[in-house]
């Protein structure tokens, strides 16, 4: 599977747009990017997943370029409750035969302050 | 709607003794499921999937074991628990075909004394 390396940690105030970018130069042609959130002492939340170019849903926004060795999570106007631990993977879901498992790094922890 | 539940939700166990988690999947059939370990300040490592019943997967050698007696339900265990056991204890399961997602439990905090 492919190893991802993001920020360590990140700040920001209320009410801004947050990027938060991850690399990924060994992903395969089966690999999709999902990003996840994590609370303290909960288990992780799925937030957005892509293959190619920009995918959007009702909390955030994923860009991904051309050659697809970096990928961008964009959460717009964040909030005192978006303070959480993001996660970015890579892998088949499955597809490839490796049972969909997920690698998590350690993540960026976004701290938002008021 | 589907639903995973752990428990006990925190365990404080001594060094040596023995340890059962268990983690129940409802409203889904034959899932894939996940144990998943949580240091203190750091990411999640997988610790067993399973793709059926009594099929289980290790991904890291340890002394710890996982059992899966019924489609949906996933124990982890443990004979003789060490120090470096503790933890966080996350399940997770997966539906089959098209779904892509992972879908969490609430978690056990597990400290070994």
């Known amino acids: 599977l492919a190893k991802t390396t993001q920020p360590i940690s990140m700040d920001s105030y209320e009410g801004q747009e947050v990027n938060i970018t991850c690399s990924h130069n060994?992903?395969?042609?089966?690999?999709?990017i999902t990003w996840y959130q994590q609370f303290p002492s909960q288990g992780p939340r799925f937030i957005i997943q892509g293959y190619k170019t920009k995918v959007t849903n009702e909390v955030a926004s994923l860009f991904i370029p051309a050659d697809r060795k970096s990928s961008t999570l964009s959460l717009p106007r964040v909030s005192l409750s978006d303070t959480a631990v993001y996660y970015c993977l890579v892998g088949d879901n499955g597809f490839g035969g490796s049972q969909g498992n997920l690698i998590f790094g350690k993540g960026t922890k976004l701290s938002v302050k008021p | 709607s589907q639903t995973i539940h752990q428990w006990p939700a925190t365990l404080v166990q001594p060094v040596g003794s023995p340890l059962s988690l268990e983690c129940t999947v409802e409203?889904?059939?034959?899932?894939?499921l996940y144990w998943y370990r949580q240091a203190a300040g750091r990411g999640l490592q997988l610790l067993f999937y399973s793709i059926g019943i009594d099929q289980i997967s290790s991904e890291v050698p340890q002394n710890l074991s996982a059992s899966r007696p019924q489609d949906r339900q996933f124990i982890l265990s443990s004979k003789k628990l060490l120090l470096s056991d503790s933890g966080f204890y996350l399940c997770?399961?997966?539906?089959?075909?098209?779904?892509?997602?992972?879908?969490f439990g609430p978690g056990t905090r597990l400290t070994v004394t």
């Open positions: 060994n992903i395969a042609t089966n690999d999709y």
């Open positions: 997770a399961w997966r539906g089959q075909g098209l779904s892509r997602e992972q879908y």
């Open positions: 409203g889904t059939s034959n899932p894939n």
